[in-house]
């Protein structure tokens, strides 16, 4: 079954046979894994996983490193470099490019797993999305959701972002406002959603900056409509603060009673559910005038080293993370989309405030689609885009100066990767 994987680790394995976590002199097999995305909580739900994968695989132990949320990625980075003392570690989207160019990770078995059949359609593609190869296997996935305060004189939620807009401005008054604005780092992101949404079936899901006829999504006369709208919500309808608001101030917006509607992750289920507020719902990001919502998801999971002495029980650790127990109990923890088809008959996620989930899969114009990380200057960008964000929303560059500036980054990037 994991003849593949044995073939490609064999060689590395062998030049480095005086490194990695290594086996004590009774024969016992010593781990070593690190996690990037650490809290707490998080920590010890993954050291009881690991007690359940070592009672049921005598001899084998597992160390686990937990770096500071900070520089956990670094730290991880650094440790690769050296190719030692490291068996299977966290690997997030926007690092398995870069760990995989440079050879750190192993290829896991997919069909030959048994396993694999139990994973979701969107897990098995994301496993592979990283040059067609599972360099790792997702625990669990990060999709935004419309949440709202049923208590603001809202009977049903937006569908639009027209109606988000018309919403919002109801809600404003005195202290008192519509929406949670992210005006500070990640902004841009939450523009390049509704432009997406307003190009409606003229966007590329595989290639998300693009159009199906291959000009960018930023060109486009609906793109200029995006935008406009996008300025109307910060200044009519947002808290004047959230031009600098990233995660935590716009979540703490909507569960201060501050702001009235906030689109974010499921994980912040859990924390509207421990602030106390009880008058609130989710439902599926807006659309655009068309009646298209596109997104992409955010994910992580686990991988093993290309260099670990030890790559059958480092694969065996992975997969048995990854099993519908494991992974449920991890999505639980963490409010996650879980990766299990299992998970669809647990109430917890077809219920409450997981219903709105449930409802953007089976909707087919609520799209997921594929950020373009894969091109050079993608790094770049997410810095320039906040910070054309900020200028747009204080009045320092027009929604015309935004996106033509976009509109030519993407063009000269398409050119670099043709």
């Known amino acids: 079954m994991r003849k593949p994987f044995l073939a490609a680790t064999v060689a590395t394995t062998l030049l480095l046979a005086g490194c990695g976590s290594g086996s004590s002199s009774s024969g016992e097999v010593r781990l070593r894994m690190i996690e990037s995305l650490t809290s707490p909580e998080r920590t010890k739900l993954i050291k009881t996983l690991i007690a359940d994968f070592e009672k049921a695989n005598p001899g084998v132990t597992v160390e686990l490193v937990s770096p500071p949320l900070d520089s956990a990625d670094q730290k991880i980075t650094q440790i690769l470099q050296t190719k030692k003392d490291l068996d299977v570690l966290e690997v997030r989207d926007h690092t398995a490019k870069s760990f995989s160019n440079n050879g750190w990770l192993a290829e896991l078995p997919t069909t030959e797993w048994p396993g694999w059949s139990d994973l979701t359609e969107l897990a098995q593609k994301k496993a592979v999305e990283v040059g067609g190869k599972a360099y790792l296997i997702p625990y669990g996935f990060y999709q935004r959701t419309l949440f709202y305060r049923t208590d603001y004189g809202m009977a049903q939620p937006p569908t639009t972002w027209e109606e988000l807009y018309e919403a919002g401005k109801k809600m404003t008054s005195g202290d008192r406002f519509g929406y949670s604005f992210r005006g500070g780092k990640g902004g841009a992101d939450y523009a390049v959603m509704m432009i997406s949404a307003y190009n409606g079936e003229a966007l590329n899901p595989e290639k998300s900056f693009y159009l199906k006829d291959k000009r960018t999504i930023f060109s486009t006369p609906e793109a200029a409509q995006a935008m406009e709208l996008y300025v109307k919500i910060f200044k009519e309808a947002s808290p004047p603060d959230s031009v600098s608001w990233g995660y935590p101030e716009m979540v703490q917006g909507f569960t201060s009673g501050v702001t009235g509607m906030l689109i974010q992750d499921p994980e912040v289920i859990k924390t509207v559910e421990d602030s106390g507020v009880t008058a ?47 992974s449920i109990a991890f999505a639980k923890g963490n409010s996650l989309i879980p990766i299990s088809k299992q998970a669809q008959n647990d109430p917890q996620f077809s219920q409450g405030a997981w219903k709105a989930y449930l409802q953007a899969q089976q909707d087919p114009k ?41 509109d030519a980054f993407w063009t000269d990037q398409a050119k670099k990767v043709s």
């Open 280 to 326: 609130w719902s989710t439902a599926p990001i807006p659309k655009g005038p068309t009646g298209y919502a596109f997104q992409p998801v955010g994910y992580a999971g686990w991988g093993a080293t290309s260099f670990t002495k030890h790559p059958k029980e480092a694969v065996k650790l992975v997969q048995f993370l990854s099993e519908a127990k494991q």
């Open 366 to 406: 609520q799209v997921i689609t594929i950020r373009p990380v894969d091109y050079p200057g993608w790094s770049q960008f997410l810095v320039d885009s906040d910070r054309d964000v900020q200028a747009l929303i204080t009045g320092k560059k027009t929604v015309a100066d935004v996106l033509k500036s976009w």
